[in-house]
């Protein structure tokens, strides 16, 4: 699978994509997230977004919601490189919990006042972009 990010074509597939997301700036980055945010139904384009209220009408709703978001970026390999990843939010203030992978710590990340691209941006930044180790999976 192969994602255009305007300037740059990303094989997301292998390890090869990993080395295209290394080579990208904040900006080129963003624009590659803002890309698969972007839901095209044929007529209109819809762009998908955290749930960051953390108020919900049916019990867990925000939270299927905002990890369905989450795993479109798991192709990439955001959950290689920890035991947990996990996304919180409660009246706007998002936190991102993560332990990674050979690592006893726990993490706890402050993102209020991110955009959904921009924690998107912080989870690749954490994960791939971490230069941690990685579980094997082949």
Not at 45 to 74: D, P
């Amino acid at each position: 699978m192969h994602q255009m990010t305007g300037e740059k074509i990303v094989d997301t597939q292998n390890r090869n994509g990993i080395d295209d997301l290394i080579k990208m700036s904040d900006r080129e980055l963003q624009a590659f997230i803002r890309g698969r945010l972007n839901k095209f139904d044929g007529v209109e384009s819809t762009k998908l977004r955290f749930e960051m209220s953390g108020y919900e009408s049916n019990i867990g709703a925000c939270t299927v919601h905002n990890t369905n978001i989450l795993n479109l970026f798991a192709d990439l390999g955001i959950y290689d490189y920890t035991e947990y990843l996990f996304l919180d939010f409660y009246k706007g203030n998002g936190t991102i919990y993560i332990k990674y992978w050979a690592d006893n710590q726990n993490y706890e990340v402050d993102v209020s006042g991110c955009t959904t691209s921009g924690i998107i941006l912080k989870v690749v930044k954490l994960t791939v972009l971490s230069g941690r180790s990685t579980r094997r999976r082949s």
